[in-house]
């Protein structure tokens, strides 16, 4: 009987060991996981703040006149974010284009709530018609950031790359839905999508 007793024991050490070996892993990839989420958004939002910056200088040496004339149209975007998480929803952008290159703007994302634009940049190159490029920062309501980065088409829409704070990316699509209060319309069917 000790001898049953004593193999029991031992294979209950044994079990023991190897799902405490099995937690400290299970927890040391999480934390792998999560280092990996904050080093990508980490260098996302490097790569975002650098492109800030190239738009601040970019702008400051296009022609007055042609950044007026290219500049993007503010008022509503509207779209649908594609997120490697499979957390797709529709969006919603209010976005404000200054003179100066600037963006301010609020939004919201159907899943995740409203946020702010707490910094961003636009900028056309001189001698492009057309197009343009983008980069801002989202603080939400929940906490979190998103940088996000973007090209403007001939066409008005803006398309961009983003990556979050949460470890998710993903890409967006963001339509002119709706002038801003006091925007003149331009090329309607080059920046809504429609005829006048």
Do not use: C
Not at 97 to 121: A, H, L, M, N, S
Not at 150 to 159: E, F, K, L, N
Request: charged letters at 30%; hydrophobic letters at 35%.
């Amino acid at each position: 009987m000790n001898g049953l007793w004593s193999g029991r024991l031992e294979a209950a050490a044994v079990v023991s060991l190897v799902a405490a070996a099995s937690q400290v892993m299970d927890r040391e990839e999480r934390e792998d996981e999560n280092d990996a989420f904050s080093s990508d958004y980490t260098n996302e939002l490097t790569e975002t703040r650098a492109l800030i910056q190239e738009l601040l200088t970019e702008h400051q040496e296009t022609d007055p006149l042609v950044a007026q004339i290219q500049m993007p149209l503010s008022g509503k975007y509207v779209g649908e974010s594609a997120e490697d998480d499979d957390g797709d929803q529709p969006v919603s952008t209010h976005l404000t284009f200054d003179t100066g290159g600037g963006i301010e703007g609020w939004g919201y994302d159907d899943v995740d709530g409203p946020y702010v634009i707490k910094e961003g940049r636009w900028s056309t190159r001189e001698g492009k018609l057309g197009g343009g490029r983008v980069a801002w920062i989202e603080k939400y309501d929940d906490g979190f950031e998103v940088a996000l980065r973007g090209q403007i088409r001939d066409d008005g829409v803006i398309r961009a790359m983003w990556a979050s704070d949460r470890g998710i990316s993903g890409s967006v699509e963001l339509v002119l839905n709706e002038l801003a209060d006091g925007e003149e319309p331009r090329n309607m069917k080059r920046n809504m999508g429609g005829p006048q």
